[in-house]
């Protein structure tokens, strides 16, 4: 009886294994997708920066 309980353990740990994958992927992707279009604006709003430090580091000479 222990034996046959044994043989089942790695079967419940692939199935824990994949749901628990599947739930990453269903919280996380939506995770990255917001930050990488907050990285995406966060990035124009320091090239308009950039731009205008160097503008004003050329006016001043």
Do not use: C, D, H, N
């Amino acid at each position: 009886m222990k034996r046959a309980a044994t043989e089942w353990t790695p079967i419940y740990l692939v199935i824990v294994a994949a749901i628990a994958l599947i739930l990453l992927v269903t919280f996380i992707k939506p995770l990255l997708r917001q930050s990488g279009e907050a990285a995406t604006e966060e990035t124009e709003a320091a090239k308009q920066v950039a731009s205008a430090a160097l503008f004003l580091l050329t006016v001043k000479r």
